[in-house]
């Protein structure tokens, strides 16, 4: 007698139907996986990107000095000690906020005006999801990559008027986000601050540029 073994048609349809459940669920797992890695390195680029561009600001504050401060300015309020001259590519004269309830005045502004060691007039601003330099009144320089987004900018400035015997303390925060189209991370916003003290204590603006 012949008999001939094979598979039922409701055998091949299960065999099929699990054969097809668990490629679609490695299929999907690979593909968050992908997903999860191009987040993740659009995560590190966008700190790395504003990480190089904080130490930069860092260095630059660490040895500059007349922070926020017209020369020759020796009133505290905020309008004449930000430097509101019509130089400055974006005063902050009129945006600074004062804090002065503890006795010792901080300002809040939007934007860093200074010198910095070699006697450059540096503006530190955001302009339009980017965090700009401008070097000697020139056209703002965005100093931030395609690959972040900035999404606010602000500096909180303490000990910088004159004869207050106190270091220059700038706080600086910052909020960042990856350029992406992907919406599960397009909208996550890090918050990052720091606060770096200059090395000089008091300036007196006695010759143009001005000196320490």
């Known amino acids: 007698m012949n008999m001939k073994k094979g598979f039922t048609l409701i055998e091949m349809?299960?065999?099929?139907?699990?054969?097809?459940?668990?490629?679609?669920?490695?299929?999907?797992?690979?593909t968050n996986a992908i997903r999860t890695q191009q987040q993740v390195s659009s995560l590190i680029s966008?700190?790395?990107?504003?990480?190089l561009a904080?130490?930069?600001?860092?260095?630059?504050?660490?040895?500059?000095?007349?922070?926020?401060?017209?020369?020759?300015?020796?009133?505290?309020?905020?309008?004449?000690?930000?430097?509101?001259?019509?130089?400055?590519?974006?005063?902050?004269?009129?945006?600074?906020?004062?804090?002065?309830?503890?006795g010792s005045p901080v300002w809040t502004c939007p934007t860093l005006d200074f010198y910095d060691a070699e006697g450059n007039h540096i503006n530190y601003s955001w302009?339009?999801?980017?965090?700009?330099?401008?070097?000697?009144?020139?056209?703002?320089?965005?100093?931030?990559?395609?690959?972040?987004?900035?999404?606010?900018?602000r500096f909180r400035l303490f000990g910088q008027l004159e004869g207050d015997n106190w270091a220059p303390r700038i706080g600086i925060?910052?909020?960042?986000?990856?350029?992406?189209?992907?919406?599960?991370?397009?909208?996550?916003?890090?918050?990052?601050?720091?606060?770096v003290s200059a090395r000089t204590i008091d300036c007196v603006p006695n010759s143009s540029p001005a000196q320490c």
């Not at 065999?15 to 999907?28: M, N, P, R, Y």
């Open 173 to 195: 925060a910052i909020g960042i986000a990856p350029s992406s189209t992907d919406p599960a991370i397009a909208n996550d916003v890090f918050n990052l601050e720091t606060t």
């Open 54 to 102: 904080l130490e930069q600001m860092t260095r630059d504050i660490r040895t500059g000095y007349l922070f926020c401060h017209a020369l020759g300015a020796s009133s505290t309020s905020p309008s004449s000690l930000c430097d509101d001259n019509s130089d400055i590519p974006d005063p902050v004269g009129q945006n600074c906020t004062i804090d002065d309830t503890s």
């Open 46 to 51: 966008a700190q790395s990107n504003v990480s």
């Open 13 to 30: 349809l299960i065999t099929v139907g699990l054969f097809t459940i668990i490629i679609t669920i490695a299929v999907s797992a690979f």
């Open 127 to 153: 302009d339009d999801g980017a965090l700009t330099e401008s070097i000697n009144s020139s056209t703002p320089q965005s100093i931030t990559g395609a690959t972040v987004s900035v999404t606010y900018l």
